[in-house]
């Protein structure tokens, strides 16, 4: 009997809602509570208000329900983009279900083709509210929208509720192991989040796969390690499954992330240091680092030597280039670990620091020319048999870190890269695995004497190779200046220029002094006072930097790729930096040539540019998302797949135009 009543009172509830059909409006009220739709500005929104104890449903419902469905039809323009409010769990009868008590709002966006548009928005829905006992209605809203970009009711509205943000902002997710009852992952949010977060949620959106009991959380040193329940008989790879975390902060506010689950394949710490060796051997024939390493061969090729000092000055010159590719990654962590968003090559993101090398290396070029001399480290660094030798040979390798990192060679990206998801000490190791492949080449030298013989034999011709080495310094400077130029204007270039022209008239003068003494002194605070000078470099007279315009290359957003991949469009990005060699030599031999150029305009391929050359947390973020801190990176997003494909750090064009021949034509 009881059975009967309730199916005619659902019956009655049924017919009630399709009496509502018959003259739409835009709000729907039932015995439980209500449903209106609203708008404001571009966005149209679906406000539900609950009796107490009713609740209704997310996308993924959890153990029992069904989320709400609904078919929009607009007088012009499109829903291009729905979002959810964020979940809560909702335990009845030892059910969990995610949804939302009380009320909720759902946002439409709307894209029209103009602004400040009258339209008819229609709306058919259905959904189910429940307590213990669920109930469904169906019916039709309407509503004459004005489209517009003042605020208006619903605004005060949206403050009560939280969505979450589908762009990656430094949170990774990845996959750990899978077994057939369970899924363990990993989740680090972004250094800046850590001490804030109070507690977190985890929200599957598949709800075939994974089961809504809450998952075991375990803290680390890093991040959580997360293990989900799954559904009987899931036999699929997880791979690629939506999430939504969930945290709320100290102070109580709820915020969340959509993030989609990356399968890592772990690497062992070995195999990295491995890459971590290759990447710096290979970075000894990057085109940044010959100038210095120029000088480092000064030693080899200087008056005969003893095999003891030798080997002292290969240990020296290592310790310099270990020690200093450390403290980079030692400074890069505790950057990182106080919220700040940098990668390789971070240093260079400073004009300060920019200007500051390329007076180094005016210096270091007058020197090798022969128009003063300080001590003997600036002359034949590491060639004498005295205790500046060994200081030389150190701060020899100190320079050549410091002149190596625009660049970075193959196998070095996918170990730094790898670095950023290893505890602090496996990440220093690293780096010190980058210092000794990148000083190898020397140590052999120093310690097989026989290698030396295929050195040229020591002779006066070696002044001239002194002088002639000053003119890759120079044109070092030249780069640096020209970096300089994309990060300020032109003041600040006319600035570092006539601070090269008061250190040429200081040498001048100081070699007019009869003292040696005296000029040894004067030489060393000129070259101490140039650098102190440096803080009055003079800011940008604009706020945006002078950047490369290539009319087939797009600025780079991560929505734009977003659109064009929703719109089936292959994308490819180049992520770039003015002060990075190796992303500059790629853009004139291979990017920007009118044969690759015209071989994407053919595919349709979207071209977008990451510039990196200033501090850019966006692109940082979206390195890190990419699993990358370094330059360059080439990454193409092929047309109908979610995985994005990655290209070596050297390119060519034939690489290019094997990779576009596999694209599907248009």
């Known amino acids: 009997m009881i059975s009967q009543l309730r199916f005619f009172l659902y019956l009655g509830i049924l017919l009630s809602g399709a009496l509502s059909f018959a003259t739409p409006s835009s709000v729907f009220k039932f015995p439980q509570g209500q449903v209106e739709l609203l708008s404001e500005g571009t966005q149209l929104g679906l406000y539900f208000k609950l009796a107490p104890e009713w609740h209704i449903y997310w996308k993924n419902s959890g153990d029992s329900g069904a989320a709400p469905k609904w078919e929009?039809?607009?007088?012009?323009?499109?829903?291009?983009?729905?979002?959810?409010?964020?979940?809560?769990?909702?335990?009845v009868a030892g059910l969990t279900n995610f949804g939302y008590a009380d009320e909720a709002l759902f946002l439409f966006d709307v894209e029209t083709a103009e602004p400040n548009q009258h339209l008819t928005a229609?709306?058919?829905?259905?959904?189910?509210?429940?307590?213990?006992?669920?109930?469904?209605?169906?019916?039709?809203?309407?509503?004459?929208?004005?489209?517009?970009?003042?605020?208006?009711?619903?605004?005060?509205?949206?403050t009560r509720f939280s969505y979450?943000?589908?762009?990656?902002?430094?949170?990774?997710?990845?996959?750990?192991?899978?077994?057939?009852?369970?899924?363990?992952?990993?989740?680090?949010?972004?250094?800046?989040?850590?001490?804030?977060?109070?507690?977190?949620?985890?929200?599957?959106?598949?709800?075939?796969?994974?089961?809504?009991?809450?998952?075991?959380?375990?803290?680390?040193?890093?991040?959580?390690?997360?293990?989900?329940?799954?559904?009987?008989?899931?036999?699929?790879?997880?791979?690629?499954?939506?999430?939504?975390?969930?945290?709320?902060?100290?102070?109580?506010?709820?915020?969340?992330?959509?993030?989609?689950?990356?399968?890592v394949v772990p690497a062992s710490l070995a195999l990295i240091l491995f890459w971590a060796f290759l990447g710096g051997l290979i970075l000894n024939v990057m085109p940044c680092v010959f100038p210095v390493l120029s000088i480092k061969i000064l030693s080899f090729l200087g008056p005969e030597k003893q095999a003891s000092a030798l080997r002292r000055s290969g240990l020296f010159y290592t310790a310099g280039v270990v020690l200093s590719f450390c403290s980079l990654g030692g400074l890069l962590l505790l950057l990182r670990a106080g919220g700040e968003q940098i990668g390789w090559g971070f240093q260079l993101q400073s004009p300060l620091v920019t200007a500051g090398i390329s007076?180094?290396?005016?210096?270091?070029?007058?020197?090798?020319?022969?128009?003063?001399?300080?001590?003997?480290?600036?002359?034949?660094?590491?060639?004498?048999?005295?205790?500046?030798?060994?200081?030389?040979s150190f701060f020899?390798?100190?320079?050549?870190?410091?002149?190596?990192?625009?660049?970075?060679?193959?196998?070095?990206?996918?170990?730094?890269?790898?670095?950023?998801?290893?505890?602090?000490?496996?990440?220093?190791?690293?780096?010190?695995?980058?210092?000794?492949?990148?000083?190898?080449?020397?140590?052999?030298?120093?310690?097989?004497?026989?290698?030396?013989?295929?050195?040229?034999?020591?002779?006066?011709?070696?002044?001239?190779?002194?002088?002639?080495?000053?003119?890759?310094?120079?044109?070092?400077?030249?780069?640096?200046?020209?970096?300089?130029?994309?990060?300020?204007?032109?003041?600040?270039?006319?600035?570092?220029?006539?601070?090269?022209?008061?250190?040429?008239?200081w040498i001048w003068s100081v070699n007019n002094l009869r003292s040696e003494r005296g000029k040894q002194f004067s030489l060393l605070g000129g070259f101490l006072l140039s650098f102190a000078l440096l803080i009055f470099l003079p800011e940008a007279s604009s706020t945006s930097s002078v950047k490369e315009a290539t009319s087939a290359w797009q600025g780079y957003t991560p929505e734009k790729i977003q659109s064009h991949l929703a719109a089936g469009?292959?994308?490819?990005?180049?992520?770039?930096?003015?002060w990075c060699i190796t992303c500059q030599v790629n853009k004139k031999w291979v990017l920007n040539t009118p044969e690759i150029l015209t071989a994407f305009q053919k595919k349709n391929i979207q071209l977008y540019r990451a510039d990196w050359t200033d501090k850019n947390p966006m692109i940082t973020e979206e390195l890190a998302k990419l699993g990358r801190n370094s330059l360059p990176v080439y990454v193409f997003y092929r047309k109908g797949r979610s995985t994005p494909e990655f290209l070596p750090e050297i390119l060519t064009k034939g690489m290019i135009i094997d990779l576009l021949n596999k694209e599907e034509k248009p």
């Open 359 to 392: 007076l180094l290396f005016f210096w270091l070029g007058l020197n090798f020319l022969g128009l003063f001399e300080i001590g003997q480290s600036f002359s034949y660094v590491g060639a004498r048999k005295t205790s500046s030798s060994d200081a030389g």
């Open 164 to 263: 979450p943000s589908s762009e990656n902002s430094g949170w990774m997710w990845r996959m750990e192991k899978q077994t057939a009852t369970t899924l363990q992952t990993v989740l680090i949010p972004p250094s800046s989040l850590k001490d804030q977060i109070r507690y977190i949620e985890i929200f599957p959106e598949d709800g075939e796969s994974f089961q809504s009991t809450v998952p075991t959380l375990e803290i680390g040193a890093q991040g959580y390690l997360i293990t989900h329940r799954l559904q009987d008989s899931v036999q699929k790879d997880l791979t690629g499954s939506h999430f939504w975390v969930v945290w709320e902060d100290h102070q109580g506010r709820k915020a969340g992330q959509e993030l989609i689950l990356q399968k």
């Open 122 to 158: 229609h709306l058919k829905i259905e959904f189910l509210i429940c307590k213990v006992e669920c109930i469904p209605y169906f019916t039709e809203l309407q509503k004459q929208v004005l489209l517009t970009d003042r605020a208006g009711p619903l605004a005060a509205l949206m």
């Open 72 to 91: 929009w039809s607009l007088s012009q323009g499109q829903i291009h983009a729905t979002h959810w409010p964020l979940p809560e769990r909702i335990v």
């Open 396 to 505: 020899t390798g100190v320079l050549a870190v410091i002149v190596a990192t625009p660049c970075t060679a193959p196998f070095m990206g996918a170990a730094l890269g790898a670095s950023l998801t290893l505890p602090p000490a496996h990440t220093l190791l690293i780096f010190a695995g980058l210092g000794f492949g990148m000083a190898v080449p020397f140590l052999i030298l120093a310690y097989v004497p026989y290698t030396l013989r295929f050195l040229p034999k020591p002779g006066m011709w070696m002044q001239k190779l002194k002088e002639f080495l000053a003119f890759p310094l120079f044109a070092t400077v030249l780069w640096l200046l020209w970096v300089l130029a994309q990060q300020r204007d032109v003041t600040a270039l006319l600035f570092v220029l006539a601070l090269f022209l008061s250190v040429g008239l």
């Open 569 to 578: 469009e292959s994308v490819f990005v180049d992520f770039t930096a003015a």
